[in-house]
Nanobody
Framework: QVQLVESGGGLVQAGVSLRLSCAASGVTFSPYTMGWFRQAPGKEREFVAAIDWTGSGVYYADNVKGRFTISRDNAKNTIYLRMNTLKPEDTAVYYC???????????????????WGQGTQVTVSS
């Protein structure tokens, strides 16, 4: 059974950094593209970043580009999201997910992802 566990969230002030982690089990991690998504209260879940299995193919939402960095360690079955210069509008529950190996959707499209973690809360105060 695939299990994803996110960690690293918290309550921080605007301008600081956080690093989220997502540890996967029950799946051979390395062949899959992995993604980070977030959901703010009252809003739909949205794409944040994705990384292909090699680590060289990365994708970012426009509103985090230049501030967030996604990375992965296939030996540890873990992906990371380094978030710099956090803003109050980054406040959300952050989820990691596994993209289907065969899908017609783009890596930025939530419909291409099957397995989800439980999420970790990030709250940024102004």
């Amino acid at each position: 059974q695939v299990q994803l566990v996110e960690s690293g969230g918290g309550l921080v002030q605007a301008g600081v950094s956080l690093r989220l982690s997502c540890a996967a089990s029950g799946v051979t991690f390395s062949p899959y593209t992995m993604g980070w998504f977030r959901q703010a209260p009252g809003k739909e879940r949205e794409f944040v970043a994705a990384i292909d299995w090699t680590g060289s193919g990365v994708y970012y939402a426009d509103n985090v580009k230049g501030r967030f960095t996604i990375s992965r360690d296939n030996a540890k079955n873990t992906i990371y999201l380094r978030m710099n210069t956090l803003k109050p509008e980054d406040t959300a529950v952050y989820y990691c997910a596994v993209r289907r190996p065969v899908t017609a959707t783009r890596p930025t499209d939530i419909r291409g992802y099957d397995y989800w973690g439980q999420g970790t809360q990030v709250t940024v105060s102004s």
